[in-house]
């Protein structure tokens, strides 16, 4: 049966494992529970202390989504904006911003929620009880269990305990429905957390930990990669694996080898698609990174620190002194990431120090689907594109990335200048007959980064099928863009005559941009698209606009520093 939605909104399937989540909700009923904990990790999820404050003061911000309490209301007196607020809601991430406050305020608004959580969810109804929402929710719990009970009375004390084994019995039976990834290291974290912390629900701590390994070896790859090839979420995979790692170790549980291995190919990808500002590249639905998180994580992983790998799931890395440069240099993910893959192939991000500079667009998800279809498209991120056609495309119908572009030549080399990477990929072959291909020379120190994009006819086939392109438009060519995307606090203008842009960024540093072949230089409007945000923000966006009329066009640019910025100039901001 497809797996299209049907009427009603719901897919057969989706239908399914509601069903199979509620009757493992009212089975988990029967749990005997437990009456307290053997051990409690430490509280390693980090909170924002703003978020906390505002929590405090009554304004929910969840998946994009604001909601004003009135005083004293509870999180499950409202109704949901939409699914995306609700999961957030039950997974119970807000509990790390409480925290991170840390005022009477703040744990008592921890208390009053929580408990109000249970008496309208506890039994086993609402949205919450997915394997991967209650996986979350279980660590976070069991995280600040220490805030959470604290002043609390016998009845209250029993009624989270209650519930905290209701959630992990219907976990042991309900996390092998979670998805592959994300969702199930959050489930199997979880219910080793739930095994090793509980008194009486030991016996779930060798499954769990089995299963983990297994998940760990099915779906981290060789070098450290995840399917889905998103940056944030390989993170969070590392966060809960060194989690889960530690707790068992804290409790004197064995850790499997194939969780131990995993971590240690996990750090250094993660450490290869890190910005020199200590942020993530932003590609395929993925974003900076919670503050504080990546540093926590490759902490925990206890894996030395070397010189980066040049590529990691399919991202290439370019360094030059306080510079880096990150390219999507791989074709889009397949698989069921297919629905949150972007048109990113050729596209990079440039970071000078603290400071991003270049940036891809973002994931438009927390903004509504408009958005977060649009964020996709090619034109959303730093590379070329064809008139009206990303390099893959999106389904007309559907949230499917189809028609994917396929990287034909990708190799790094060092140069007499600095590092060399040379890709190509076939994006637009069938539509127009052309090849498009990228070449980038990062300076050994820094300051320079030059880039020369072509559109090539190859073969012969591949050239009639230009020509007929050439003919239905009259010889006007195939218009194309090449998009530079700048970071909201670059302050771009154009300069000598309209035939450069000088940018400046908040530290003080100046980067001037300059290009040569048949091309107009513009600076458009462009939209930046942050997580935690309520809109996008503002930006601009450097546009070279052309036809290509001949079986070969190749336009070239630089990407310097104004020979008057030094070499080390102070940032004036101190943290990005």
Request: glycine share 10%.
């Amino acid at each position: 049966m497809s797996a299209r939605e049907t009427a009603g909104g719901m897919t057969p399937r989706l239908r399914l494992d509601q069903l199979g989540d509620r009757l493992a909700s009212l089975a988990a009923r029967l749990a005997r529970p437990a009456v307290g904990l053997v051990s409690q990790p430490e509280p390693r999820s980090i909170g924002v202390y703003a978020r906390g404050q505002q929590l405090v003061a009554g304004n929910v911000l969840l998946a994009g989504q604001l909601v004003e309490l009135a005083p004293g209301q509870s999180l499950w007196a409202i109704e949901a904006p939409d699914a995306d607020f609700a999961a957030e809601a039950q997974g119970f991430g807000w509990l790390d911003d409480l925290a991170a406050l840390g005022t009477k305020a703040a744990r008592r608004q921890a208390q009053d929620w929580t408990w109000d959580w249970i008496a309208r969810h506890g039994s086993g109804v609402g949205p919450g009880w997915t394997p991967e929402l209650t996986g979350r929710r279980i660590i976070r719990w069991i995280h600040h269990a220490t805030l959470l009970l604290a002043a609390r009375d016998r009845a209250q004390s029993e009624a989270f305990y209650r519930s905290l084994s209701r959630q992990s019995v219907y976990l042991s039976r309900r996390w092998k429905a979670a998805a592959p990834g994300l969702p199930r290291f959050e489930a199997l974290a979880g219910l080793v957390y739930a095994g090793i912390s509980l008194i009486g629900m030991g016996r779930l701590v060798a499954p769990a930990t089995a299963a983990l390994a297994a998940a760990c070896a099915a779906d981290i790859d060789a070098e450290g990669g995840i399917p889905s090839r998103n940056p944030e979420e390989l993170l969070e995979v590392l966060t809960l694996l060194t989690w889960s790692a530690s707790a068992l170790t804290e409790s004197a549980y064995p850790v499997p080898p194939a969780l131990s291995a995993a971590i240690q190919r996990i750090a250094p990808a993660l450490r290869t698609l890190r910005h020199a500002d200590g942020n993530l590249a932003r590609f395929h639905g993925g974003g900076a990174g919670v503050e504080g998180r990546l540093d926590q994580a490759l902490a925990n992983a206890g894996v030395r620190p070397g010189m980066p790998s040049p590529i990691a799931m399919g991202f290439a890395r370019l360094t030059g002194r306080r510079t880096t440069v990150i390219v999507d240099a791989s074709m889009p993910p397949g698989g069921k990431a297919v629905r949150t893959a972007h048109a990113s192939t050729a596209a990079f991000e440039l970071t000078s120090g603290r400071r991003p500079l270049i940036v891809s667009c973002g994931s438009g998800t927390e903004f509504g689907p408009g958005w977060r279809r649009a964020a996709r498209a090619t034109q959303s991120h730093s590379a070329l594109s064809m008139e009206g056609a990303s390099s893959s495309r999106l389904a007309v119908a559907g949230d499917e990335l189809i028609e994917c572009a396929v990287v034909t030549t990708c190799r790094i080399t060092p140069g007499t200048e600095g590092m060399d990477l040379f890709l190509s990929h076939d994006g637009w072959l069938a539509t127009h007959g052309l090849c498009a291909s990228r070449s980038l020379t990062l300076s050994h120190d820094g300051r320079r980064l030059s880039g020369v994009d072509s559109l090539t006819a190859l073969t012969a086939e591949a050239r009639r099928r230009f020509e007929d392109l050439m003919t239905a438009t009259a010889m006007t060519g195939a218009g194309f863009a090449i998009r530079f995307h700048l970071h909201p606090e670059v302050d771009a203008q154009l300069d000598m005559a309209e035939t450069a842009v000088s940018m400046q960024l908040r530290s003080g540093e100046v980067w001037i941009f300059r290009f040569s072949g048949p091309a107009a230089l513009g600076l458009e409007p462009s939209a930046y698209l942050e997580k935690g945000r309520l809109k996008p923000r503002p930006s601009t966006q450097i546009v070279l606009r052309g036809h290509a009329r001949a079986f070969e066009t190749r336009i070239g640019w630089t990407l310097a520093k104004a020979t008057d910025t030094p070499l080390a100039i102070r940032d004036l901001d101190g943290v990005a």
